[in-house]
């Protein structure tokens, strides 16, 4: 596998706020040439000749080829190498008008400059060493977190805790394989045994496999909390979808089998974030196309951190209420008894008996009735989830680490499973695969990847980033 490349010689410009009307809107400039094209963009309104480090100074964006006023606002310029992409930094803060902030840049451009790409601003601190590839993707997780957990978790990332992680696994399997490979050089003549690899192999093992727990948490942080609402069929699973999102985004009918195909929103409460999903319902003996959406919310429910149990508590108990409960088997499930407003007839001290559950609610949908008190629940179910306690510095993988992390594994698994069944691999093949898990390890944090890896990672940035 290549190393990546250097990073350019060139400078890029790109606006780094959203677009869309604000207050200000930030313009940031990378590269050898930023220095000079803003000395021939920017008027300040001081006397003073040239830009000071790291001091905003007040002054007119200029369009210099027709000696025109764009803007007026605040410059910065701060010197490499000491900087977020070790390279040469200006940033205008202007007014927030598109037009403006549009004409601001276009005139960067015939200056000199070019438009950045996708995350070029942050690939380049990853290229100049500033940020590892681990907490360059941290980076966009923290943009993009959900919750402040999700926050939390990536700042951990962004602050080197799972680079350390890492370095400190890598750094075992590297003193282990120094032994492996000095036994291999020590005469034939030498008839020492070859040291037993198996207790740092169990260690190894340990920690890679820690990493892999951790980022079943990562993922609720970053993504949300995958709640799958399931019930059979018009028990009222749309209307508590639309009632939690205070929306009409399922459709509702008096019929059964309204819903086929899944459908996702993300909710808020407090501060966690719950990916919703309507299911088609779960009925016995279902129709051709009705089997199918059965097996989707089978699918779903496999996957799913949470899973909301809907039951009529209008009508007894019965055998299609069995077939859902029994779908949620091994899941956390919260079980709601809809049509509170009806009357109740099905007797939660029954259900409570046969299925465990983290609560029960009865609640209308329809209504509102009991609507707080199942917020109430959610709110205390996310804080469960993805509050970040004291003492907790651990930090989750992105996607690709998750993968990377896996592949780690398997050699380490594999040597354990050698040693168990009583072989004995020589140290030449235990070296081998510790180097297999040596360099996935270091894919994780970008000391061993290709320009390929790097370009999918970064098409999650936005332009200016």
């Keep these: 596998m290549s190393q990546p490349k250097q990073p350019p010689g060139d400078t890029i410009a790109a606006l780094s706020t959203p677009r869309g009307y604000s207050g200000v809107g930030l313009i940031r400039m990378s590269g050898p040439q930023a220095r000079s094209i803003l000395a021939r963009v920017f008027r300040p309104v001081s006397s003073q000749g040239s830009f000071p480090d790291r001091r905003a100074m007040y002054g007119r964006v200029l369009d210099p080829e027709h000696d025109k006023v764009l803007d007026d606002g605040l410059a910065v310029f701060m010197p490499g190498p000491s900087t977020y992409t070790g390279e040469d930094v200006v940033e205008l803060s202007l007014h927030g008008s598109p037009v403006l902030l549009d004409m601001a840049l276009e005139t960067l451009l015939k200056q000199g400059a070019r438009l950045a790409a996708r995350g070029e601003f942050t690939r380049r601190a990853f290229l100049a060493g500033k940020l590892d590839l681990a907490q360059a993707e941290a980076v966009i997780d923290l943009i993009e977190a959900s919750s402040?957990?999700?926050?939390?978790?990536?700042?951990?990332?962004?602050?080197?805790t799972l680079s350390r992680e890492i370095r400190v696994i890598s750094d075992s399997i590297k003193d282990l394989l120094s032994e492996m490979e000095a036994s291999i050089d020590f005469d034939e003549e030498d008839e020492s045994p070859m040291p037993d690899p198996e207790p740092d192999l169990r260690r190894i093992g340990r920690k890679i496999e820690n990493l892999r727990r951790n980022a079943q948490i990562a993922r609720i942080h970053r993504q949300g909390i995958n709640t799958v609402i399931v019930g059979k069929p018009n028990v009222g699973k749309s209307t508590l979808f639309n009632a939690l999102l205070k929306i009409d985004r399922a459709i509702v009918t008096p019929h059964p089998g309204t819903t086929r195909d899944p459908v996702e929103e993300s909710l808020r409460v407090g501060g966690?974030?719950?990916?919703?999903?309507?299911?088609?319902?779960?009925?016995?003996n279902p129709d051709p196309v009705e089997a199918e959406g059965i097996?989707?919310?089978?699918?779903?429910?496999?996957?799913?951190?949470l899973v909301v149990a809907m039951l009529d508590g209008s009508a007894a108990f019965d055998r299609e209420d069995h077939e859902v409960?029994?779908?949620?088997?091994?899941?956390?499930?919260?079980?709601?008894?809809?049509k509170?407003?009806?009357?109740?007839?099905?007797?939660?001290?029954?259900?409570r008996s046969s299925r465990p559950a983290v609560a029960r609610v009865s609640i209308s949908a329809k209504s509102g009735q009991g609507m707080n008190k199942l917020m109430d629940i959610l709110r205390q179910i996310g804080e469960d989830k993805t509050?970040?306690?004291?003492?907790?510095?651990?930090?989750?993988?992105?996607?690709?680490?998750?993968?990377l992390v896996n592949a780690a594994l398997e050699p380490i698994n594999e040597l354990l499973?050698?040693?168990?069944?009583?072989?004995?691999?020589?140290?030449?093949?235990?070296?081998?695969?510790?180097?297999?898990?040596?360099?996935?390890?270091q894919e994780i944090t970008g000391e061993r990847v290709d320009d390929g890896v790097l370009d999918r990672i970064f098409e999650r940035f936005c332009v200016g980033k």
């Design 148 to 160: 402040a957990a999700g926050a939390a978790e990536a700042r951990r990332r962004l602050d080197k």
């Design 340 to 351: 509170a407003d009806l009357g109740l007839k099905m007797n939660p001290e029954e259900i």
């Design 387 to 403: 509050q970040v306690r004291a003492g907790d510095h651990n930090a989750g993988l992105s996607n690709r680490g998750l993968l």
């Design 295 to 305: 097996h989707r919310t089978r699918a779903r429910i496999s996957g799913a951190d």
């Design 417 to 441: 499973g050698s040693l168990n069944a009583g072989e004995k691999p020589g140290a030449e093949i235990v070296s081998l695969e510790l180097r297999r898990s040596l360099e996935s390890l």
């Design 272 to 284: 966690s974030c719950f990916v919703l999903c309507d299911t088609a319902g779960i009925r016995l």
């Design 325 to 338: 409960l029994a779908a949620c088997e091994g899941k956390q499930t919260l079980i709601v008894l809809n």
